[in-house]
């Protein structure tokens, strides 16, 4: 799962706030009369159906009264900049450019005004959030932190207190300090626990913020409990059906995810759509993210078929967008292709990935986090069609690319150092492949623990080259991993598929037959539920399953597994070797079981 994002607080929304702004002090006769008709609009456009349209409707009429009004005093250009800025913040997932024009005549307003310099703590509010959406996120923070203390607790200021407070937050947040903003996040929810003019709005967004930080943090049961809060909170508002609520679902989902709670995860995000769909147009980026995260999780769960099916429907979703941002087009494409390879559609998979990586490049100048991604997986794609060369250039690509943005202490730098690894180990430099992939366990047990899950994974890279060299260390280190990875996916998860065969490999060297047959079984019962009837790594578990009937001289089963690799291999156009391999080792047995006729007709038609 990805793009959780925060939730702002926007200063003049929600029915509560619409039906007490008679409250709010004006100056003048003109300002009384502003003032009644804000509050004989808000009760017009309570009876509208959709509250976000009547949200929408409402900021723009204010931002149209107070524009007729002249600025003669500080507070009045405060309140026309704060309308203004309302309505940048509703427009902003909306429409961009409209948005922009707000914000320039909200500017514009600013330096146009006779007053050289500012004294209400209000007022610096409003700059502050000015210089937010100029994205001179300095000076921002600067403003709010200096007007947080001198906020009074009149209902018009202690409501720009709670959204400093989140403000701060926030960018603390996006600039990866998350120290820092784990502090402020509890302050915004201290204050919407604890003010009197707070709205379930307001608590559902501070709950939701502090949820994303600690599930930054890792932690994950702390974030799902606070992401339930804010899905409840939201529920109870005029807000239940909005953007706000399928975030908060899309955080609890990825909560859920971290935990390997899949079904739960695919709950919320089905919820989050179902939403969505009601308050976006069909091809909104955003409803093809929530397609996207779907996919995602199906194919956590083993469901690749239905994961791939996601996955066409959010590129169709956004191509059928002519708008749509480049970037996430980009991401979009990289998904399928990795769904297409699940399927073993490598055809198919390849086209995608570069067409991924050229729009990725367009939208991107210079490294960043996803063109790395994308090229690390198109080394494991190539990697999977045995075109190693390329395999090991992407690789080394994408290494270079992680090691410029995160440093050589990350957990993607090791995800790259591993894939390259097993690579140069197939190309026979296996002393450089040990150093490699020992390096990337080591740093990955240093900075998620022993029994995280990606650890587990290279765990059993490493115990599998162990394993090729002879080294004694191979057996535990499995056993090891296939234990964490159980307490983590359960026993039937396709990730076991690996661990399984690469510890029944162990045993059958070792001849431990029937330990490893027992653990055979385990993995082709797995492949069968979870793979296409087709799959190479079906073929490979049928494979090693006839192998041990075979040294275990039981002919009739050994001969029921080839006979069923055979037809798997020949229906995927394999390689001419490996099909006569299999016709070797199913003679061999048909012979062995009295069988000459048969086996001398298919060496014939061989």
């Known amino acids: 799962m990805k793009k959780i994002s925060f939730v702002c607080l926007s200063l003049l929304s929600g029915m509560v706030i619409w039906l007490s702004i008679i409250a709010l002090p004006f100056q003048s006769m003109d300002e009384f009369i502003l003032k009644l008709r804000l509050h004989y609009k808000s009760v017009e456009l309570y009876f509208l159906p959709a509250s976000t349209l009547a949200n929408y409707q409402f900021e723009l009429y204010q931002a149209e009264l107070y524009s007729q009004l002249p600025v003669t005093t500080e507070q009045q250009l405060e309140r026309q900049l704060d ?3 309302a309505v940048v913040d509703l427009l902003r997932s909306l429409d961009q450019q409209a948005a922009y024009n707000y914000f320039n005549q909200a500017v514009q307003l600013e330096q146009s005004s006779q007053f050289n310099q500012f004294n209400s703590a209000s007022m610096l509010v ?10 001179n996120e300095t000076e921002a923070l600067r403003l709010f932190q200096l007007a947080l203390p001198q906020l009074g607790t009149n209902e018009f200021e202690d409501k720009k207190r709670g959204l400093v407070l989140e403000r701060i937050c926030s960018l603390h947040w996006h600039n990866s300090e998350l120290t820092q903003a784990l502090d402020w996040c509890k302050q915004s929810l201290d204050w919407s626990q604890h003010s009197q003019w707070a709205t379930t709005t307001d608590k559902a967004t501070s709950f939701h913020n502090l949820a994303v930080v600690e599930l930054q943090l890792g932690h994950t049961e702390t974030a799902l409990k606070l992401f339930q809060h804010a899905v409840d909170q939201r529920q109870s508002s005029p807000m239940a059906i909005s953007l706000e609520q399928a975030n908060h679902l899309q955080g609890l989902a990825s909560a859920y995810a971290d935990l390997t709670k899949f079904k739960q995860a695919e709950w919320a995000l089905i919820h989050a759509l179902e939403i969505t769909k009601q308050v976006l147009p069909p091809n909104d980026s955003r409803l093809s993210q929530i397609v996207h995260n779907l996919a995602e999780n199906k194919a956590e769960q083993g469901e690749y078929k239905t994961a791939y099916d996601y996955s066409k429907y959010a590129l169709e979703l956004a191509l059928s967008n002519p708008d749509y941002p480049e970037a996430e087009l980009g991401a ?20 995608y990935y570069q067409s991924g990586l050229t729009v990725l490049r367009s939208a991107h100048s210079g490294i960043h986090p996803d063109i790395a991604t994308l090229l690390n997986n198109l080394g494991t794609f190539y990697e999977d069609k045995n075109t ?12 270079a690319m992680r090691l410029d943005l995160y440093g050589n202490q990350h957990p993607d730098v090791a995800m790259t150092q591993n894939n390259l690894a097993l690579v140069l180990d197939d190309r026979g430099d296996t002393a450089a492949a040990k150093e490699l992939l020992e390096q990337a366990v080591e740093t990955t047990r240093k900075l998620m623990g022993p029994t995280h899950l990606y650890v587990s994974t290279m765990e059993v890279n490493l115990g599998l ?8 260390r191979a057996e535990p280190l499995l056993k090891t991993a296939l234990v964490n990875q159980q307490n983590t996916l359960g026993s039937k998860h396709p990730k076991l598929l690996p661990t399984l065969i690469g510890l029944a490999d162990v045993y059958k060297d070792k001849n431990k037959l029937l ?9 082709l019962a797995i492949a069968e539920t979870s793979l296409p009837p087709e799959h190479p790594d079906l073929a490979s578990c049928l494979y090693r399953l006839a192998r041990i009937y075979q040294l275990n001289h039981d002919y009739a089963k050994a001969e029921i597994f080839y006979q069923k690799e055979l037809r798997i291999l020949r229906n995927n156009k394999s390689p001419d070797e490996e099909i ?9 047995v048909l012979k062995a079981s009295g069988k000459t006729s048969e086996a001398k007709e298919l060496q014939q038609k061989t």
């Open 465 to 472: 080259m162990y394993h090729e060299i002879g080294d004694h």
């Open 83 to 85: 309308a203004q800025l």
């Open 515 to 523: 330990d490893a047959e027992q653990l055979y079984v385990r993995a």
């Open 126 to 135: 409003t700059q502050a959030r000015l210089r937010l959406y100029e994205e």
């Open 332 to 351: 979009t494409y990289h998904q399928l292709a990795s769904r297409a390879q699940d399927l073993s559609l490598m055809n198919e998979a390849e086209e």
């Open 580 to 588: 006569q391999g299999t016709i070797r080792r199913l003679v061999e």
């Open 388 to 399: 190693l060369e390329k395999a090991k250039d992407y690789y080394e690509q994408a290494l």
